[in-house]
């Protein structure tokens, strides 16, 4: 009897000391700013209690209380930022997937998806497919990338169950080359459950199953927060209404007299593979004079100098006149930029050198400008499962047997009409392009 009755004192005591919180708004405005589930704005909006406003929302996304804090931060970070930038992006979001919707892909993919994904989409169901898209552009001579963020039901439509792909989701997609950007929802093929990453698939390999990934996250939330960062930082350079997806390291700056040069670079998954190694990088370079310099400084660009080096430390000089086909003049407070590209068979390597320009007053006077040395590496990869249950034996044999075909198939296509020739199966990626039209473009 005495059990139970400090049993019901204690119940008793908890009910009224719960009531009493209950009516400690503050209370309630700690727990919503806590777990960022509603802000002033949005509890301006509604003009309701904090307590109110935080039971409504924990009751309808509390299951993701341990992403939700991350996510709703990053989706508010990045609205805010690109609202005076680039309107137009964010008025393609579209609005928060219901609970029902979720689980009615996860019914037609036979698949749970990760909650943090969820969450995300809670949020934002992904965007319409304009461009510009919401995960970055890139532009270099004829070939464009702008990668949407697709909502859950195109999602469902791409997801994957063939080798090489099985149970990926794409994220993201690109009109414009095709390439797509996946989440493993299952542990398959030699992937981790929840790595997001871009395809590769080997270029030197018959088998569809052979597909590599450049790794650019490893969950969702790793894979969100940290290019939303990048953003809101300022990492990645705004242009005419776009999210350019160029790094800048802050050291890489180098000043001679008048004149500054800064190097932002790129690395390019569509126009790269492992097998064979063929990593591609772009750069975008900007030529700047102070705006104190005297009016005689002005000057024009003559020729630039390379020096590139790769992960081996071999080492290529190149020399040539303008830069991509320009010779630009650089005047007080001017600002020139350009961007070109290069290939490296290692994973990394580095370019440096210098410009060379004349004063346009005093022509005869030559004179270089340092650019400084930039590094650039390809994202972590993982070479195909498919390739590596071969033995190197067998795996040699395959690319001699494949090699001999791709004789015969050259000889035959050269009698072969442009019907055949367009029927053929493309072995290159699926982009405006073709790699081996990419020399050196220093």
């Not at 939303?228 to 160029?246: A, C, E, K, L, T």
Request: glycine share 6%; proline share 5%.
């Amino acid at each position: 009897i005495l059990t139970v009755n400090l049993v019901t004192v204690s119940c008793c005591y908890v009910s009224r000391r719960l009531s009493q919180l209950s009516s400690h708004d503050p209370l309630w405005r700690r727990h919503c700013k806590k777990y960022w589930l509603i802000s002033e704005e949005e509890k301006t909006q509604k003009n309701q209690c904090w307590k109110s406003l935080f039971i409504d929302t924990y009751s309808d996304v509390g299951r993701y209380i341990d992403h939700y804090a991350a996510i709703k931060k990053a989706w508010d970070d990045l609205k805010k930022y690109l609202e005076p930038r680039c309107p137009r992006m964010v008025l393609s979001l579209k609005e928060g997937a219901r609970e029902e919707d979720l689980d009615a892909v996860e019914a037609q993919i036979g698949c749970k998806l990760p909650d943090d994904y969820r969450c995300s989409y809670r949020i934002h169901n992904g965007q319409k497919l304009v461009v510009p898209g919401l995960l970055g552009s890139m532009a270099l001579s004829n070939h464009y990338r702008s990668e949407d963020l697709l909502d859950v039901d195109t999602a469902a439509g791409g997801f994957q169950q063939r080798q090489g792909l099985k149970y990926c989701l794409p994220l993201t997609f690109c009109i414009h080359t095709g390439l797509s950007q996946y989440i493993a929802v299952e542990a398959a093929e030699g992937r981790n459950k929840n790595e997001v990453f871009y395809q590769c698939p080997d270029q030197m390999a018959r088998n569809p199953a052979a597909i590599d990934m450049f790794i650019i996250g490893a969950t969702f939330t790793d894979w969100f927060t940290s290019y939303v960062n990048s953003v809101v930082s300022g990492g990645f350079p705004i242009i005419r209404d776009q999210i350019f997806r160029y790094v800048h390291d802050p050291e890489c700056v180098a000043t001679t007299g008048d004149i500054t040069v800064s190097v932002s670079t790129s690395f390019l998954p569509e126009l790269s593979s492992v097998h064979p190694p063929h990593y591609f990088f772009t750069y975008r370079i900007r030529i700047e004079m102070s705006k104190d310099a005297l009016p005689e400084k002005a000057c024009q660009l003559d020729s630039r100098y390379w020096r590139i080096t790769n992960a081996k430390g071999d080492v290529e000089e190149v020399q040539g006149p303008g830069v991509v086909g320009e010779f630009p003049i650089i005047s007080p407070g001017r600002v020139y930029e350009y961007t070109s590209c290069t290939t490296f068979s290692t994973t990394s390597g580095y370019m440096e050198g210098y410009y060379t320009f004349h004063f346009l007053y005093f022509k005869d006077k030559i004179f270089n400008v340092a650019i400084p040395r930039f590094h650039m590496a390809c994202p972590t990869f993982r070479v195909s499962i498919a390739r590596l249950e071969l033995g190197p034996d067998e795996y040699e044999e395959m690319e001699d047997a494949e090699e001999e075909e791709d004789d015969d198939d050259s000889a035959d296509m050269e009698e072969s009409d442009e019907e055949d020739e367009e029927a053929r199966p493309r072995r290159l990626f699926d982009v405006p392009i073709r790699r081996r039209r990419y020399s050196r473009l220093f």
